[in-house]
């Protein structure tokens, strides 16, 4: 059974840093694209980064772009998101995501909490 845990959230002062983390298990991660969402509080989720299972290319949302890198670690099977100068406008819950066999499977989310 895949499954998918985050961890790595909490409060930051604007300007910081976070490491996000999603472990996969029931899967092998460097065989599949992985994708970070995030919901803030009245809104729709957002795309925020992926990473590619072929070549490992990346992508970002452009509210992101320059401040956060997506990787994958193959010894761990876990896929990070470094968020670094962190805004006020970060603050959400992060999720991340596979899609194994057309099914599409998330975890339980980590909130970052960005805030003086």
């Known amino acids: 059974q895949v499954q998918l845990v985050e961890s790595g959230g909490g409060l930051v002062q604007p300007g910081g840093s976070l490491r996000l983390s999603c472990a996969a298990s029931g899967i092998d991660l460097k065989y599949y694209a992985i994708a970070w969402f995030r919901q803030a509080p009245g809104k729709g989720p957002e795309g925020v980064s992926s990473?590619?299972?072929?070549?490992?290319?990346?992508a970002y949302a452009d509210s992101v772009k320059g401040r956060f890198t997506i990787s994958r670690d193959k010894a761990t099977n876990t896929v990070y998101l470094q968020m670094n100068s962190l805004k006020p406008e970060d603050t959400a819950v992060y999720y991340c995501?596979?899609?194994?066999?057309?099914?599409?499977?998330w975890g339980q989310g980590t909130q970052v909490t960005v805030s003086s």
């Open positions: 990473i590619s299972s072929s070549d490992g290319s990346t």
């Open positions: 995501n596979v899609i194994v066999n057309y099914a599409n499977y």
